[in-house]
């Protein structure tokens, strides 16, 4: 994957819940969950007490052209403090708690913290320490919890990992849109065209004797016709296609040359 | 989140798409796809051409506890070579192409996988190199795109990222499994129960002098009703409540001291 695809010109987008990192340990973590953030249309992190303490210089450079949301970023003493403000708390874990929440994958959390925030409510969402988590104390702040489907041989995600996973959900439920989609050069060609390439097709093969016999003649013609159409031809593939069928059947001749052949047809 | 959810004894899960690395640049970036990789319960990695050779020591150390998934990994010296025993190709890119091919989001795409494989085809699923992806001859050796949702003005996902999505809707998608659920200490209270808990608990506050007039007893009962009905209360919570409302009446007496209380009640 690459930066290519980004729009520089345009504004980040902003919104969603508060992603709440408690004691996070690593700048560079909280620099890519930064970067995780704003690749989801997420802008606002909450930093319960650094380890390494606030700013932290292996953040903004991990963060590159996400330093927005570090710059926007609250920091609190405590968890209390961070989410003192909030109507919503749910937290991520890879494990149970022995704690009576319920629990809920990344899809229908975020399901449900979209249809708080558009209710006019302010949500938070927890994530814990890169080496031990939540505490038990932390997860007991919260309404509920989120884990995410994983091989419980390989359970361990880190810290920007599971940001990314929430935000990937978020924006799939909030915005949903994809960067781009098929690129429509040409409509999809009408019956007509395709019929009449066919049928200009089956005679020309018929000339050069493709069919052994006559009877055998519709099942073959049926069959090609069964192929051609899966390919749902647009009107740029239609003409595409008859050129260089046309010019197989021509064969060279002595003033064509190659880049001749291959210009007719792009 | 931390790798305290993990259980070490069982055996990773196996299967999926092939995941096909084409000239990665970095070992800590093919380390890291490992890892996404085992995260989700997939085994095959195909690396195309690697820029440092290989096997690769940064990879390994990146790894961790993925390596057997390195282990398995098969390297090629083109992409043809990658993919000539595939049925079904597709290409990840963040930015359109100008090819008339189909582009779906990684849930749409792996859905397709998912059934691809269910139906006995072997699958790979491309990914390019860090700073400049797929070309575009290596676009049009898929037959469809995969293509994420994301912010246009933070659009970049770095290789693991990518194959970390593509990771998380396979399982989602092959197993579904959360990690654990709510764990069920208690049964749900049976409404015997906790209507006997109500009519006690109204009796003690008319006691107490909590109703102020005997025509807003039933509106105020009422209320009281909903507020606690929405607890979706267990047999344990019942006893819980119940019990710390029972002191609560009662008061501190000359016998007891708080452990009690709280022993009482835990």
Redesign the interface.
């Known amino acids: 994957?690459?930066?290519?695809?980004?729009?520089?010109s345009?504004?980040?987008?902003t919104g969603g819940p508060q992603i709440i990192l408690v004691e996070p340990q690593m700048g560079e973590n909280i620099g890519m969950a930064a970067?995780?953030m704003?690749?989801?249309?997420l802008s606002d992190m909450r930093i319960v007490n650094p380890r390494d303490g606030w700013p932290n210089e292996r953040a903004i450079v991990t963060a590159a052209?996400?330093a927005h949301v570090l710059e926007r970023a609250k920091i609190y003493p405590d968890l209390l403090s961070a989410v003192a403000d909030l109507n919503a708390v749910y937290a991520?874990?890879?494990?149970?708690?022995?704690?009576?929440?319920?629990?809920f994958?990344a899809?229908a959390a975020v399901q449900q913290v979209h249809s708080r925030i558009h209710g006019g409510e302010n949500v938070g969402i927890l994530?814990?320490?890169?080496?031990?988590?939540l505490n038990n104390d932390e997860v007991a702040m919260a309404d509920a919890?989120i884990?995410?489907?994983?091989?419980?041989?390989?359970?361990?995600?880190?810290?920007a990992?599971?940001v990314?996973?929430v935000g990937?959900e978020w924006?799939?439920q909030a915005?949903?849109?994809?960067?781009?989609?098929?690129?429509e050069?040409?409509p999809p060609a009408k019956r007509e065209a395709v019929v009449s390439f066919f049928t200009w097709l089956e005679q020309e093969l018929d000339t050069c004797g493709f069919f052994p016999a006559p009877e055998k003649k519709p099942a073959m013609i049926r069959n090609l016709r069964d192929i051609l159409l899966r390919l749902s031809m647009?009107e740029?593939?239609v003409k595409t296609l008859r050129g260089a069928t046309s010019i197989l059947r021509r064969g060279p001749t002595s003033t064509t040359n190659k880049s001749e052949i291959l210009t007719d047809n792009n």
Do not use: C, W
Request: without cysteine; aromatic residues 8%.
């Open positions: 994957m690459t930066g290519a695809g980004t729009n520089h345009l504004a980040p987008l970067r995780a704003a690749n989801f249309g052209n996400a991520t874990t890879a494990r149970e708690r022995g704690q009576m929440k319920q629990v994958d899809d994530f814990g320490r890169e080496r031990t988590g919890i884990t995410f489907p994983v091989d419980p041989s390989n359970a361990s995600l880190n810290l990992q599971a990314l996973l990937y924006f799939k915005h949903g849109t994809l960067p781009f989609t098929v690129e050069r040409s647009t740029q593939d």
